[in-house]
């Protein structure tokens, strides 16, 4: 079985990090691109495979709405989670046709679980 391939867009280093971190925990064979412009995210998506696109609202050179919208017009069928911390973001998300919204406060936990819903992959249990 081919690894997962998963974009993630953030124009924010220190929230794609934190993002990238608890992918690699969620799915750790996972290829993971990073983007810090949707742009490039949204080139990514339509020329490669990508499984899962987790992406930023808010961005300076084209947000993720308008990402997903694009995605969405061109019939990509890629599962989508927007995350966030602007209030409105869920709205606008959901009515450019993200599949789950994560709140940024809500990291991790919330961000795994979306994850493994969206992936049908089951969520890995820490040891300690």
């Known amino acids: 079985m081919p690894a997962l391939k998963i974009a993630i867009v953030d124009d924010e280093d220190l929230v794609r990090g934190v993002i990238c971190d608890v992918v690699k925990d969620a799915c750790p064979t996972a290829v993971i691109t990073e983007f810090s412009s ?6 990514e998506v339509e020329t490669g495979t990508v499984d ?12 993720g709405p308008t990402l997903v919208r694009t995605l969405r017009e ?11 911390g602007s209030e409105d973001a869920r709205d606008l998300g959901e009515a450019a046709g993200i599949d789950r919204f994560v709140a940024k406060n809500l990291l991790p936990g919330d961000l795994v679980d979306a994850i493994s819903a969206l992936l049908e992959i089951p969520k890995r249990v820490a040891t300690g």
């Open 38 to 43: 949707a742009r490039y995210a949204l080139h």
């Open 52 to 63: 899962l696109l987790i992406t930023n609202c808010h961005m300076a050179d084209m947000d």
């Open 74 to 84: 061109q019939k990509h069928s890629v599962p989508i989670i927007m995350v966030s």
